[in-house]
């Protein structure tokens, strides 16, 4: 497709971010360590992606075993002691089981990411879509949208598709999978927000584990019309308000115009059954009234670029290590999906004996690309690895690595295949990133963050 003759301006930089996510945000905030012009384009008015549009808490920093280990730092860490400075996080057990997660003000997040990606120099073009790729050698020439001016171009020497969707792979016609061409895909999940919840009443009821056998005996009976038995409540930093991951949207295609249009409004109908079910039935929710649904219904998996290297389930249930590891993961496989009697679970399988596996660079390479990086939701695994290293930890580690690596590969002049691993890995150390197993146990109390 030729945008020349409809092109209103065109930048230059040298690394090019597409989407900012907690992974595109890591990478744009590691890349302007170096010497170099860092771009971040994002599609919305805000950055965060998945951490400010539809959740609340950080998964991946700590294993999920009764032995809790700290696994992720660096850049993420400092993303996490800003919002402390402002006494808006606390660490809480996951409603389920993946570990202790890092709650967070997702409004305050908004802030804290503009204010470390203005720290750091990016150059910021919000309310931008990408449309096309007119070009891909030695350069790339992407071109955007914005509604204001139209369509306007970037030409990057480096680039790092963290938009989820695999957007520039797409239009730059980088191979990768669809997600449910082989395996059955992820649901969607609008995510809500309720306010005046009576915790402790909730808790004196039984919680976490009265709420689920509420909800099987609605599903059952059919007292409300529910999509799933079970799903997660929990305490956000503001008082008397809770999340919720409980809505289950399937069979529907998020890259397809209709199914997701569909999506969004059974996400929002979904919503407000489950509003009335937790005030007709669970205690400490009488008087609480939704307050707010996510920016878009959440979405988990769509495409997959096929890269150097593969993550695959064996890979992550033998706790594999590699030489060329870049970060480690320790979360389970979650796989949010239709079960086999019609109605929509989530099915779990851990890393054995609480351990963590590495995951290579190779997984963030594209094989068929030598200048992109591909961070977030559209690396290189398998359906059930992804399921796996999809935590925001370890997306903002993937991030982390791919703006080191871009810096790396410029300062070098070598591509994105060929760079040296070592001085990546030594780079991605001096930052503070965790590449072995530490042998200490992490304090996961409510306000133990500081103690890591």
Not at 130 to 159: M, P, Q
Not at 207 to 229: D, I, V
Not at 315 to 335: H, V
Request: aromatic share 10%.
């Amino acid at each position: 497709m030729t945008f020349s003759s409809a092109i209103a301006k065109t930048y230059q930089t040298d690394i090019l971010i597409i989407g900012s996510g907690s992974a595109g945000s890591t990478a744009a905030i590691a890349a302007s360590q170096g010497k170099h012009k860092v771009t971040l384009v994002e599609r919305y008015g805000f950055p965060g992606g998945t951490s400010t549009q539809m959740l609340d808490t950080f998964y991946g920093f700590f294993t999920p075993s009764e032995s809790p280990k700290k696994i992720v730092g660096g850049i993420p860490d400092r993303i996490v002691n800003e919002l402390n400075k402002s006494g808006d996080i606390f660490l809480r057990p996951n409603t389920y089981g993946a570990g202790t997660g890092v709650n967070y003000n997702p409004e305050k997040l908004k802030q804290v990411w503009d204010k470390l990606l203005l720290q750091s120099g990016v150059e910021l073009f919000y309310h931008s879509t990408l449309v096309g790729v007119e070009s891909v050698g030695e350069t790339s020439n992407c071109i955007f949208f914005n509604k204001g001016v139209g369509f306007f171009s970037i030409v990057a020497k480096r680039i790092i598709d963290a938009s989820g969707d695999a957007d520039y792979c797409h239009w730059a016609d980088i191979p990768y999978e669809k997600a449910g061409e082989k395996d059955a895909v992820q649901s969607m999940t609008t995510t809500f927000r309720m306010s005046n919840v009576e915790h402790k009443e909730y808790d004196a009821a039984g919680g976490k584990k009265m709420l689920k056998e509420k909800m099987t005996q609605a599903y059952e009976k059919g007292s409300h019309p529910l999509p799933r038995k079970e799903g997660s409540a929990h305490e956000m930093c503001q008082p008397k308000c809770i999340s919720t991951v409980a809505v289950k949207v399937v069979d529907l295609d998020p890259l397809d115009v209709e199914d997701i249009t569909k999506a969004e409004i059974e996400g929002r109908r979904q919503a407000f059954i489950f509003e009335n079910f937790f005030r007709a039935e669970v205690p400490g929710y009488q008087n609480a009234k939704i307050i707010g649904l996510s920016h878009q219904i959440g979405v988990r998996e769509t495409r997959r670029v096929f890269g150097e290297y593969r993550l695959s389930r064996e890979d992550c249930m033998s706790a594999k290590t590699f030489d060329n590891q870049i970060f480690l993961c320790g979360a389970p496989i979650e796989d949010h999906r239709k079960g086999a009697t019609g109605d929509s679970e989530t099915f779990w399988e851990y890393v054995p004996n609480g351990g963590v596996y590495g995951v290579p660079y190779g997984t963030i390479i594209p094989k068929e690309s030598t200048n992109t990086w591909v961070v977030g939701r559209c690396f290189s695994a398998t359906h059930d690895a992804h399921a796996s290293c999809r935590s925001m930890a370890q997306t903002m580690s993937m991030g982390q690595a791919a703006g080191v690596a871009a810096v790396l590969s410029l300062d070098t002049d070598m591509d994105a295949k060929n760079i040296n691993i070592k001085k990546l890995q030594d780079s991605l150390i001096r930052l503070g990133v965790i590449l072995e197993l530490p042998n200490k146990l992490a304090d996961i109390s409510r306000n133990g963050w500081t103690n890591n």
